[in-house]
């Protein structure tokens, strides 16, 4: 299925995107659209192929088949002769991935390095932005999402909720044009979840063009303008979240939201 959109304003495309683990296939062929400024969550159960696919939208996964649209770039893969995927343009995938902004589960927060160098690290050495310029802006970011009062603390001295937000001011700092998040709460302790989420939220209330991989049903639905629900790694239905939510079409999907009931 597809996300419907405008081509003239369409943030990213997702074309037939396959992907097999050896002789597993994850994914089987995806395909969606997301407009600016649309936040559009994936949910699924745990290994129906989500955090796979997201992967795939900036080449950490290099998918089997399909083509990945960001603005007028376009991300393929090839085989090598010994079977591997890799990129196809290299150059363009390192062009993309300085408009990608990525969040990952486990933060993958440099341990050795201050919150407030977590954030200038990117800008300085992929977009050469001059080290007083990168941190006024780092600073701005973190007092964005609450955290300028630990620029010079180590990962170590944070909460994960607090790791988690630097980790997407460190994502905000390379002024990305799509943000991804791969299960952002998962890692956290219940307390700490609401904090992260209210950082999302706002987000998504500036107009930022999001795409959530989350297990947060009743925050997907709320934050949301667009979802997909994944199945056995293909996307079974898509559409509003009230629709999905309120409505779904699939018994699989009937089956999967029947504990919010």
Known sequence: MTVPTDSATCAIQVHNIHKSFGDLPVLKGISFQAQQGDVLSIIGASGSGKSTLLRCINHLVVPDQGEIHIGQDVLRSHAKRDGTMVS???????????????????????????????????????????????????????????LAHKATAYPSE??????????????????????????????????????????????????????????????????????????????????????????PQSTRLQQFLQPLA
């Open 88 to 146: 196809s343009d290299p150059k363009r995938l390192e062009k993309v991935r300085a408009r990608l902004g990525m969040v990952f589960q486990n933060f993958n927060l440099w341990s050795h390095r201050t919150v407030l160098q977590n954030v200038i690290e990117g800008p300085i050495q992929v977009k050469k932005i001059a080290k007083a310029q990168a941190s006024e802006y780092a600073l701005h970011l973190l007092d964005k999402v609450g």
């Open 158 to 247: 944070l909460s994960g909720g607090q790791q988690q937000r630097v980790a997407i001011a460190r994502a905000l700092a390379m002024d990305p044009e799509v943000m991804l998040f791969d299960e952002p709460t998962s890692a956290l302790d219940p307390e700490m979840v609401g904090e992260v989420l209210r950082v999302i939220r706002q987000l998504a209330e500036e107009g930022r063009t999001m795409i959530l991989v989350t297990h947060e049903m009743q925050f997907a639905r709320e934050v949301s303008n667009h979802a997909i629900f994944m199945h056995n790694g293909l996307c079974e239905e898509a559409g509003t979240p009230a629709a999905l939510f309120d409505h």
